[in-house]
Structure formats: structure tokens, C-alpha cells
């Protein structure tokens, strides 16, 4: 259940972000506060890899190497409908 | 017939608690008997302060406002339905640090710009610094990171301003050592008619007959020179 959480978490924050991948290491930070949980990373890290295995989201790199993620189209669809901002 | 209008629960005129509810339902309708749905503008106030009391939940929820309406009036919420809302309440707050987190990125991007900083720079200390204040914010701790990058960039600024005083002493120094070669030519122009006048003169004095007209013109416009 906290998978789905954390899903929706990701797709709002990378939906905010308007088109801009967000760095790996920002979400992973904002999933601990959201989430209070002392996840790993290498539990972060297996979510991240989850939704990019989902095709919900991308994970690139940036000129500095550190990973960046962005939201697919699958991602902005499912992010529509399962989302639904107010 | 006329229809009342339909009032509006106060979550609704709220838009954080809007983000509250989208988060909670899903985006769908909340259920008319919902505590939220029956809690004024004060009591969704109340409640907000209260899930972020320190404490365990028990604590929190007497902190809380009663239920309103229905058979449940005046009773407090139970765990079970302020446990969701606490972490609907908690993702939106992060979701809002972190929005705001954009715009401080953006106006230090915009800032370091105006200062001529170099932009990979700025980006890495900004991405830096947003992930050390999240990292704080996470953990509840209060440091004096920010003091610090905000040094490292005042330092960048330094050094740019240094590198610009020392491109002018560079150029000054540029434009000495091309007065110092005209000195040099004008020098030598100068001693070239001292030369020629003194020749002209050493040549008057072995004439038969003397120092002529011309040659007094000649030594007069070396001299001029001179």
C-alpha cells in the first residue's frame, strides 16, 4: 500500500515540477519527509527503479552524473487519472 | 420551487486542505459524513496545528476538534481516520516545501546570474543546498548549512571580482608598455635631428665660406625637433 503511496507521491511531485526532471536525490528526500520513514536508499532506490520499470518515469543522468528523474507519458496519464489535483 | 444554494464545506475554500482531500479521495467526492467535511475553517486550523503537535497520535488526537453532526457529535476522531489524514496532511506539506524549494532555486539562479556566477556553479550549490535544507527538514534539524553555501558563492564572487581587478591591471599594464615604446620612438627621432643638426654644423665649420643661410635653416628645423 505504501508502494502506491509512494507512486502517487512521485508522479504529484514530478506533475509539479511541470515538465523539469527532478534530481533522484531531492525525491528520495522528499519520500522520507512525506513518509517519516527511515527508508534506505537502497529502498528508495528499488521504488525509483520499480516506476522506471513501469514506464511511468525515466532515469537519466545530468552534467554533475547524478541521476535525474522524469515523468513519461504513461506517467502523465496515469498521474491524470489516478491523481486528479484539486 | 426554489433550490437553496448547496454551501460549500470550509476544506473546499481552503486550498491546502483541497490538496488534502484529492490526496485522500483519490480526486474523488468526500463522503458527506466525512470529519472533514463538517469541520469549520478555525476547527481544519485546529486540526492542522494538532497533526503536527510532537507526539504519538493518541497525543495528537486530543488536540484535535470533535466530530460534527451525525451520531458521532461531539466525539473525537479515532486513530484509524486521523492516521490517513495526518499522512495525507504530511505528503501535501512536503509537496508545498518542496514547490517553494523551486522558487528559492529560481531566484538564486536568477541572483547568481545578475552576478555573473558561473551557472554550473550556481547549479550545483543550489541543488546542494535544496537537498541539505530537505535533508534537515526530514531529520527536524536546524543547521547552519545554508550560511555556508551561501559563503561558498560569496567566495565565487570574490574570486570572479578578483579575476576582473587583475584582467585590468593586465590591461593597464598593456597600455604603459605601448607609451613606453612611443617614449622610445619619440627618443630616438629626437636624437636622430640632434645627430643631424650637430653633423650639419661640424659641416659649416670646415666650409670654405662659413656658416651659410641654408645650413643655418637646416640646423634651425633640427632643432625644432628636438
Known sequence: MI??????????????????????GIIKLGIRSAFNAAFTEGELDSYLQQLADDNFVTIGRDDFGASMIDLTAKGRNTAARLIKLA | MKTSPTKSAAWEEDSFWREVVAVLTGGKKLRGEHYLQNLSGEELEQ?????????TLSDQQKLCPARRGGKTDGELPPASLLSPISQAVREVTTL????????????TKDRCGQLGIDPQLTNAVVR??????????????????????????????????????????IQLRKSKLTQDDRKIVLMEKKAAAYDRAQAALAAAKTQKGGITPETLTQIERELKLL
Not at chain 2, 96 to 107: E, T
Open chain 2, 128 to 169: 546542494v543546498v535544496a537537498e541539505e535544507a530537505l535533508r534537515q527538514q526530514a531529520e527536524n534539524q536546524v543547521g547552519n548549512f545554508a550560511i555556508s553555501a551561501a559563503n561558498v558563492l560569496l567566495l565565487a564572487e570574490g574570486s570572479r571580482t578578483k579575476a576582473k581587478q587583475e584582467e585590468v591591471k
Open chain 1, 3 to 24: 508502494e502506491q503511496d509512494i507512486k502517487k507521491f512521485v508522479l504529484r511531485r514530478l506533475i509539479q515540477k511541470n515538465g523539469e526532471p527532478e534530481p533522484a
Open chain 2, 96 to 107: 508545498r516545501a518542496l514547490q517553494r524549494q523551486d522558487i528559492i532555486s529560481a531566484a
Open chain 2, 47 to 55: 486540526l492542522r496545528s494538532a497533526l503536527s503537535a510532537p507526539g
